[in-house]
C-alpha cells in the first residue's frame, strides 16, 4: 500500500486498532478526525425510526472518512463501526485540509476518491431500481465482486466479511427474501457461501443470468 495519502497519514499518526463492533464514530458526537484506513472493513449504517439498520456504504483498505465533514463540515446521523479487526490512521480536520490543499495532485487524488465513492451510492440507486428480487441480488453481488473481490482462479471471493444481513439491507430487501435469493443461486452454481466469504464461480455466468431474469428498459 502506497501513495499521497497512506504517505501522509503514516507520517502524521500512530495505528489506532478497533475490534469487531467497535464503534470509531456515532452520530451523538462529532468526529475525532479524519480517519484513513490501513487495514479491514467500516461499515457505515443508520437506524430507522424502528431500529432498523440501512447500510450506507462500506469502507475497505486505502480509503478515507468522513469525507463529508472533512470539506463541509456537515455530519450525517451515521454509524461508523468495525467490521472486524480495524486499523486506522487518524488526523485532525484542520490537519487534513492543509494537506489537501498544498498542491494541484493532492487534490487531484482527493477528486478521485471523491468519485470512487460517488460511483458506489449510484450504483445502489441503479440497483434499488430494479423491482424484482432476484435479480437485483445478483447486481448486487456483481458490484460487491467489483469492489471487494479478489480472483481466484475462474472464481472471484468476496474478501469483504458481508453477512446476508449486510446485503439485505443495502438493497431494501428483508434478510429472509435475500437468503432464499442467494441460496437460489447457490443451488445453480453460480456461488458457494461459507462461514467467512462468499466465493462467484463465474462472473460471466453471473452476467448472464441477470441479463436472462433481468427487467427490459
Do not use: C
Not at 456515532?26 to 467500516?42: A, L
Not at 432498523?52 to 454509524?79: C, N, R, T
Not at 447486481?139 to 468476496?158: C, D, M, T
Amino acid at each position: 500500500m502506497d501513495g499521497l495519502f497512506f504517505d501522509f497519514f503514516k507520517e502524521q499518526s500512530k495505528p489506532l486498532r478497533y475490534r469487531k463492533g467497535e464503534f470509531i464514530i456515532r452520530p451523538d458526537s462529532p468526529p475525532t478526525g479524519i480517519f484513513y484506513i490501513e487495514k479491514g472493513f467500516v461499515r457505515v449504517y443508520f437506524l430507522t425510526g424502528d431500529g432498523e439498520e440501512k447500510i450506507h456504504i462500506i469502507y475497505k483498505a486505502d480509503e478515507i472518512f468522513p469525507m463529508l465533514w472533512a470539506v463541509s463540515g456537515e455530519q450525517k446521523h451515521l454509524f461508523y463501526e468495525a467490521m472486524g479487526q480495524v486499523i486506522l490512521r487518524r488526523v485532525s480536520k484542520e490537519e487534513f485540509l492543509k494537506f489537501i490543499q498544498q498542491d494541484s495532485q493532492v487534490l487531484t487524488e482527493l477528486i478521485r476518491r471523491l468519485a470512487t465513492v460517488f460511483n458506489v451510492f449510484t450504483n445502489r440507486v441503479h440497483n434499488l431500481e430494479i423491482t424484482k428480487a432476484y435479480p437485483r441480488v445478483i447486481a448486487r453481488l456483481l458490484f460487491l465482486a467489483q469492489r471487494f473481490g479478489e480472483k481466484e482462479g475462474s472464481s472471484v471471493k468476496i474478501v469483504a466479511p458481508i453477512k446476508h444481513k449486510d446485503i439485505a439491507s443495502s438493497i431494501g430487501l428483508t434478510r429472509e427474501t435475500t437468503s432464499r435469493e442467494l441460496e437460489k443461486l447457490e443451488a445453480k452454481g453460480f456461488i458457494t457461501s461459507g462461514k467467512q466469504f462468499l466465493v462467484i464461480k463465474s462472473i460471466k455466468k453471473l452476467e448472464e443470468e441477470l441479463e436472462l431474469y433481468g427487467e427490459e428498459d
